[in-house]
Nanobody
Framework: QVQLLESGGGLVQAGGSPRLSCAAS????????MRWYRQVPGPQRELVAT???????NYAESVKGRFTISSDHAKNTVYLQMSSLKPEDTAVYLC?????????????????WGQGTQVTVSS
């Protein structure tokens, strides 16, 4: 099993620059990709940013130039540095991980989600 723990959300003024963190722990053999999604009330989640094991990154058009994803591979942690926040960035931000995990002597690939951290941007 792999657990993801997000932190860093809260109430932020428009234009602010908070940083979100997501730490992966548990029976991790290797992480393939970590992503940040965000969700407002409703069924859809928006993919915000992606970091691969090779340190390639990708961003949603809505956050390009304002958000930066980075990672500390030694700590199995990914960060989302947010800047120039707008009220429309208000959402629950969720961390996602696709990784090889171990159980006993076996290895398997699966996806895991964090619980999410609320970011509220006030105007």
């Amino acid at each position: 099993q792999v657990q993801l723990l997000e932190s860093g959300g809260g109430l932020v003024q428009a234009g602010g620059s908070p940083r979100l963190s997501c730490a992966a722990s548990g029976s991790i053999f290797s992480i393939r990709v970590m992503r940040w999604y965000r969700q407002v009330p409703g069924p859809q989640r928006e993919l915000v940013a992606t970091m691969t094991s090779g340190s390639s990154t990708n961003y949603a058009e809505s956050v390009k130039g304002r958000f930066t994803i980075s990672s500390d591979h030694a700590k199995n942690t990914v960060y989302l540095q947010m800047s120039s926040l707008k009220p429309e960035d208000t959402a629950v931000y969720l961390c996602y991980c696709n990784a090889d995990a171990t159980t006993g002597s076996s290895r398997y690939v699966a996806n895991w989600w964090g619980q999410g951290t609320q970011v509220t941007v006030s105007s």
